[in-house]
């Protein structure tokens, strides 16, 4: 069965400092993948999606990166974080068979002091 | 530029209530619609889902909305809203144009019994 995994679940860090999220998937290949944050009336916003690995498309351009080193695992990256980067990450996948099979992850609580 | 809106952004009810919340896409082509719901502390869920066919879609929990092509609509509805609906819900859409799966900024139902 597909599932989703991130890591870490919760994250407290200083202004200035890195950032790496991790989401890998299992039960499917070649997946679209999904970068959400969730922050108090914004909604769920997109961040970057990837039809493939090594395809990122960015939706807003900001303090943050992504890559896909393989085909199940997508990272989200920042060098230095700012407060604004506080909120709630959110990692989904989407069938390219069938859009309508979709997965969400458990999501990252990212505090940034 | 593909956007979803949801005009309600806070909504209060009394149990038995109708309920019905707004969503309205901007996209070229042909687009799959949905209703997502998150309870407090829980992971997203899709409610319901449109891609063809019957407008009138049916989800889970008595749920259901509608699709109208003419006013890029697809609201959220059911006519006799319980406390445990209280949640927040988001209207996404894809379209087969792209890969994006984009949200609205989402909907805080509380319902008071």
């Known amino acids: 069965s597909q599932t989703i995994h991130q890591w870490p679940a919760t994250l407290v860090q200083p202004v200035g400092s890195p950032l790496s999220l991790e989401c890998t998937v299992e039960?499917?290949?070649?997946?679209?993948l999904y970068w959400y944050r969730q922050a108090a009336g914004r909604g769920l916003q997109l961040l970057f999606y990837?039809?493939?690995?090594?395809?990122i498309s960015s939706e807003v351009p900001q303090n943050l990166s992504a890559s896909r080193p393989q085909d199940r695992q997508f990272i989200l990256s920042s060098k230095k974080l700012l407060l604004s980067d506080s909120g709630f990450y959110l990692c989904?996948?989407?069938?390219?068979?069938?859009?309508?099979?979709?997965?969400f992850g458990p999501g990252t609580r990212l505090t940034v002091l | 530029a593909q956007s979803v809106s949801q005009h309600n952004h806070h909504v209060i009810l009394s149990e038995a209530a109708s309920l019905e919340l707004g969503c309205n896409y901007s996209y070229g082509g042909t687009v799959n619609l949905f209703w997502y719901v998150q309870y407090p502390g829980q992971h997203l869920q899709l409610l319901l889902k449109y891609f063809s066919g019957d407008p009138l879609v049916k989800g889970i929990k008595g749920f259901e909305a509608e699709f109208i092509k003419s006013k890029f609509s697809f609201n959220l509805r059911k006519p006799s809203v319980q406390w445990s609906d209280t949640a927040e819900y988001f209207c996404a859409a894809i379209s087969y144009n792209t890969d994006k799966l984009i949200f609205g900024t989402g909907t805080r139902l509380q319902v008071f019994p």
């Open positions: 990837s039809v493939g690995i090594g395809q």
């Open positions: 989904a996948w989407i069938s390219q068979v069938d859009v309508n099979e979709q997965f």
């Open positions: 039960g499917t290949s070649n997946p679209n």
